[in-house]
């Protein structure tokens, strides 16, 4: 499966501050057995959107890193909504609910997910530790969600 990183920074987009969650998240995935492509965009809407809808047609997961607070700059959710097809509400839902249990910065996060075809898009962080545990609660679900989205029949245990 491949899966893209895309990280939202001015300051990573000019080469003054080092990538350290896309690091992270390449590594995550890279882990998790993805062929990973990397991708920075500054925090520029269209930028954003056009990168997001590039990815989405070369990957089955998209997930983007920074832009997700409150800066006037943060504009990721916005870029995301303006290319979803379908909101995943559940899955910011929970990032959000994590996050906030460990930090009251978590309640500050604008953060999206849905689909772009059959491409899942969602917005993490743009910490290493948000992303590390964003991706924490994703992980169990993406086998499913690849499985809905390439219209598999599918079957889960319930709990």
């Given at each position: 499966?491949?899966?893209?990183?895309?990280?939202?920074?001015?300051?990573?987009?000019?080469?003054?501050?080092?990538?350290?969650?896309?690091?992270?998240?390449v590594?995550?995935?890279?882990?998790?057995?993805?062929?990973?492509?990397?991708?920075?965009?500054?925090?520029?809407?269209?930028?954003?959107?056009?990168?997001?809808?590039?990815?989405?047609?070369?990957?089955?997961?998209v997930?983007?890193?920074?832009?997700?607070?409150?800066?006037?700059?943060?504009?990721t959710?916005?870029?995301?909504?303006?290319?979803?097809?379908?909101?995943?509400?559940?899955?910011?839902?929970?990032?959000?609910?994590?996050?906030?249990?460990?930090?009251?910065?978590?309640?500050?996060?604008?953060?999206?997910?849905?689909?772009?075809?059959?491409?899942?898009?969602?917005?993490?962080?743009?910490?290493?530790?948000?992303c590390?545990?964003?991706?924490?609660?994703?992980?169990?679900?993406?086998?499913?969600?690849?499985?809905?989205?390439?219209?598999?029949?599918?079957?889960?245990?319930?709990?």
């Amino acid at each position: 499966m491949r899966a893209a990183v895309l990280t939202v920074s001015d300051g990573v987009a000019r080469g003054e501050r080092q990538d350290a969650s896309g690091d992270l998240l390449v590594g995550l995935l890279g882990g998790d057995g993805y062929e990973v492509e990397r991708r920075v965009v500054p925090d520029d809407r269209d930028a954003i959107g056009a990168a997001l809808q590039e990815l989405a047609r070369e990957a089955g997961l998209v997930l983007t890193t920074g832009g997700t607070g409150l800066a006037p700059r943060d504009v990721t959710p916005e870029a995301t909504l303006d290319v979803l097809e379908r909101k995943a509400p559940g899955i910011a839902e929970a990032l959000r609910a994590d996050s906030s249990a460990k930090t009251p910065h978590g309640l500050l996060s604008r953060g999206v997910a849905g689909t772009v075809g059959s491409t899942l898009v969602v917005n993490l962080p743009g910490s290493p530790g948000g992303c590390r545990d964003g991706y924490e609660v994703l992980r169990p679900a993406l086998a499913h969600a690849f499985a809905l989205l390439a219209d598999q029949t599918t079957t889960h245990s319930q709990t």
